[in-house]
């Protein structure tokens, strides 16, 4: 029998808002469900338990995902949660390798599937100290030693000076994984502040300058969380 997906959101069109494919359009599938409990989580509503999420079989959530978008689509995005908590997404990608529409994940890379590697874009955003998370090292030796998916990446969301020498640490580890920084959205449950945009600018523009002026950070990428420029904390965009 298929292996029911839980699922809390689908959505899209939309534009990839962070890391190795920032900009691509592509639609959502966000899972229930996560073994972390980062603080500052911008998507808690996938395990605090504020949210159900609907058991669904890869064929159903295609055919959602073909109603959301008439003009059909070629890119699909499975976040979370840790969508890497589920063996049944493998059957979700194997299906969108057949229709020929190119799929990517996120994951914290805490846990491996093997459906992992058929996914043709890998991020794996491994947690600094300020999300209240501690890396298992061995476990993310061992995710990134099996990851052998097309195009892979790291990405560490950064909010702090502890964070961005947390950075460094994973940077210097992995050296031949692409690398991207991320600015942390400290205001994500903010819904009406006016200076939002301006505050994100400035996190960015930080960010960019501690960066440049590091020798040791000389092959990164500098991004912001796109999505929140154009729509602050907007669910499902
Ligand atoms: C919601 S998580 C789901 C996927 C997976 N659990 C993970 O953390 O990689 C998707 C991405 O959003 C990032 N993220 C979550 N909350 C954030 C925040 N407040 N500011 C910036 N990035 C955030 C995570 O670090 C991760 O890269
Ligand atoms: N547009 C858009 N881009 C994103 N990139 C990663 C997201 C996520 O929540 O995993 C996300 C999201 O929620 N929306
Ligand atoms: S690992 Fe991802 S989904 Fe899980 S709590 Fe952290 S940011 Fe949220
Ligand atoms: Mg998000």
Known sequence: MAKLIPVVELFGPTIQGEGMVIGQKTMFVRTGGCDYRCRWCDSAFTWDGSEKSEPLSAEEIIERLDSLCENGYSHVTISGGNPAIHKGIGELVALLNEKGVATAIETQGSIFQCWINRVDEVTVSPKPPSSGMETDWTKLDLFLQQLQAPAVSLKVVVFDDADYQYAKHVHKR??????????????????????????????????????????????????????TWLWGNKRGV
């Open 174 to 227: 992995y050296p031949t994984v692409p690398f991207y920084l991320q600015t942390g959205n400290e205001d994500f449950a903010e819904k009406e502040d006016p200076r939002f945009l301006e505050k994100r600018m400035g996190a960015y523009e930080a960010l960019v300058e501690k960066a440049l002026a590091d020798k040791e950070m000389n092959n990164v990428r500098v991004l912001p969380q796109l999505h």
